[in-house]
């Protein structure tokens, strides 16, 4: 497989989006085929090939992936401090904040109301069936309460709030993406570098700035490190994708295509449709150049299912191609890496809906206004890592008296959802920074 890229990539010439997505493709296509191949030889030969995929293949993508996780805390400190401090100016600093928290919440409101109009126009959790829940259940039983356990350590709203602001942010930042941080991770080491961007425009320039150069060689050495890792990208992702499709095969898509065609339907109007008026209306560009230009974001974003290892790739491609003010870009995009998660929100105000509708229970306006509004606020909190949205689901289900249980009956197909509400997180991120640019330029003086 390796080899065949690597011959690919002397020969031919294609941008790196173009090898990211015939990675993708290969590694779906081998992995299905051998699912298909060992579906019928019984449980030993689908025992076998898990093997074979957590051994050998998943180990590959997951070395592209830690060479990216490697750096972004450093990445995330980095570019958030020095956004702020180039920035300089405190009020347009917090104009910049404001116009960010504006999109946001209008971004990941409009997701949730599409999300559950959908789900109740088409009800997918009527489709499936007494026989095909239990055993996506009892199949699942075990992650499923991986995820409850985690939902029960979450912590009261007051909690919440106050560990925004870290008691030792260096402590924060070493559990921020496994989750072990004793905080809010991610969250709080953004507020800290917050603090230190601003601090560093109040102090005199002759002290700030020999910070600033420091931190400015620190974001080039890690941006390095980082283009290094991408040239990595078409194999790690071909082999991601191999691991999942091989594993999963086609038979839970049978047993949810209802669920899933509703998430990807609602997924793709988010995107396709809200983020186009929003980029069109409010930025003043062409929605189809905006999506071409980030097809490489698009693709990166799907593949590793991480809004955190897609910043990296965020950051160069708005100031590359989108040609947006790099002060902003950075302000924007590190923020919404963690803060802005309106794909999430979309996928688990659907994904509660689905599941009261599978275990028969039908939820009045104001449960559902309490959907809309957890999911929102879920989305915030949600980790920008791999899965990390199914606790907070959790969360939600136990609130509205759902069986938390059922959250093993969407787990066969979470991954592949995972990807796609990833994808639509990252690109919000890219179309809040084009919207906020735009604002910024057409409130400069001529």
């Not at 990539?9 to 290969?26: E, F, N, Q």
């Not at 081998?30 to 449980?43: D, E, F, S």
């Not at 709203?157 to 925004?164: A, E, F, G, P, Y």
């Not at 420091?214 to 990595?232: H, N």
Request: charged share 15%; aromatic share 6%; proline share 4%.
């Amino acid at each position: 497989m390796g080899a065949s890229l690597d011959t690919l990539d002397r020969k031919s010439g294609l941008g790196l989006h173009w090898k990211i997505l015939i990675g993708m493709a290969i590694g779906a296509l081998t992995g299905i085929a051998c699912n298909l191949m060992v579906r019928g030889q019984g449980p030993e030969a689908i025992a076998k090939l898990k093997w074979f995929a957590d051994t050998f293949t998943f180990p590959i993508g997951n070395l592209f992936l830690r060479l990216i996780f490697m750096v972004v805390v450093p990445l995330v400190f980095c570019a958030l401090t020095l956004g702020v401090a180039e920035i300089g100016d405190v009020r347009k600093l917090g104009r910049l904040g404001m116009r960010t928290l504006v999109m946001t919440l209008i971004f990941s409101t409009a997701s949730v109301l599409i999300g559950l109009t959908l789900a109740n126009v088409l009800q997918p959790g009527n489709l499936i069936t007494q026989e095909s829940r239990e055993a996506l259940k009892e199949q699942y039983a075990e992650d499923a309460s991986k995820s409850i356990k985690s939902a029960s350590k979450a912590k009261s709203i007051t909690d919440t709030i106050l560990d925004i602001i870290p008691k030792n942010p260096l402590q924060e930042a070493v559990g921020a993406l496994d989750g072990s941080s004793p905080g809010s991770g991610m969250l709080g080491v953004m507020f800290f570098s917050l603090c230190f961007g601003i601090a560093l425009t109040v102090i005199p320039s002759d002290r700030s700035e020999p910070v600033l150069e420091v931190l400015r060689g620190v974001y080039e050495t890690v941006m390095v490190i980082i283009s290094a890792a991408m040239k990595l990208a078409p194999i790690g992702v071909a082999a991601l994708v191999f691991s999942i499709s091989a594993v999963l095969g086609l038979q839970f898509f049978v047993a949810l295509s209802g669920y899933v065609v509703a998430v990807l339907t609602g997924l793709s109007i988010h995107m396709l449709v809200v983020y186009s008026l929003a980029v069109w209306l409010i930025a003043g560009r062409n929605p189809i150049a905006f999506f071409k230009d980030i097809i490489e974001v698009i693709l990166t974003a799907f593949a590793t299912s991480s809004s955190n290892a897609t910043l990296p790739t965020s950051l160069r491609v708005v100031e590359e191609k989108l040609k947006l003010d790099p002060k902003v870009g950075r302000f924007v995009l590190t923020i919404g890496s963690t803060a802005n998660q309106n794909g999430t929100a979309l996928y688990e105000g659907m994904t509660v809906l689905f599941l009261a509708q599978v275990f028969g229970q039908n939820l009045d306006l104001t449960q559902q206004l309490t959907v809309v509004l957890l999911s929102v606020l879920a989305g915030i909190g949600t980790a920008g890592v791999p899965g990390g949205s199914l606790p907070l689901v959790v969360l939600v289900l136990q609130t509205i008296d759902v069986p938390a249980e059922g959250i093993g009956i969407i787990m066969g197909v979470d991954r592949l959802l995972d990807m796609s509400r990833t994808t639509v997180n990252v690109v919000g991120d890219v179309a809040i920074a084009a919207c906020v640019d735009g604002w910024e330029h057409q409130h400069q003086p001529n």
